[in-house]
């Protein structure tokens, strides 16, 4: 089993591998970064480290409407490179886990664009009543949940930074 936090950006689910995630807290009052690349929403003091806030909906472009219930999911270092990151999600579901049969892996070769940071995509079960479920929860939705690596995502971000 894998487990993953599962969460919402533009009305869908996306899921994330759960050591990349130091924690999740509420939104909270973030100061804006003049010329900063529009991605970045700005910088915050998170119990006296100063952290910088991507928003991952503009970062790998899903559109769609902001959620009223953005969270902040902070990332451990390992997963960026050494910086103290945080990136904004329209809302947190859950911590779910997830057999590998449920998963079907996204073949590198073909991958461009967002899929290529796609690692899988996470296939929901029906249960008795048609509802879309993972561990027992009804869900909404196409019954997909895309799995992202946050730290190629990050890894890129990096490379680019230095060319």
């Known amino acids: 089993m ?11 689910l996306y899921a994330m591998d759960i050591q990349l995630a130091r924690e999740i807290v509420e939104m909270m009052p973030i100061t804006p970064i003049p010329r ?7 910088i915050m003091n998170l119990r006296g480290e100063i952290t910088t806030i991507i928003d991952l909906k503009r970062l790998i472009q899903v559109p769609g409407k902001t ?14 490179g050494g910086s103290n990151l945080g ?11 997830v057999s590998e049969g449920d998963i079907e892996m996204m073949d590198e070769g073909i991958a461009s664009g967002i899929h290529a940071f796609i690692k899988g ?4 079960k029906k249960d008795g009543d048609g ?7 009804g869900r909404q ?6 799995w992202i690596d946050i730290k190629k995502i990050f890894n890129e971000l990096i490379k680019r930074g230095h060319e």
């Not at 900063?36 to 700005?42: L, N, P, R, S, V």
């Open 87 to 97: 990136i904004i999600v329209d809302d947190v579901h859950s911590v779910i886990q």
């Open 36 to 42: 900063a690349q529009d991605y970045i929403t700005g």
């Open 141 to 146: 939705g196409t019954g997909l949940i895309l």
């Open 121 to 124: 995509i996470i296939k929901l």
């Open 131 to 137: 509802r879309k479920q993972i561990d027992g929860k």
């Open 2 to 12: 894998i487990d993953v936090v599962e969460f919402e950006l533009g009305q869908e």
């Open 67 to 80: 959620g009223d219930n953005q969270k902040i999911i902070v990332l451990v270092a390992e997963a960026t």
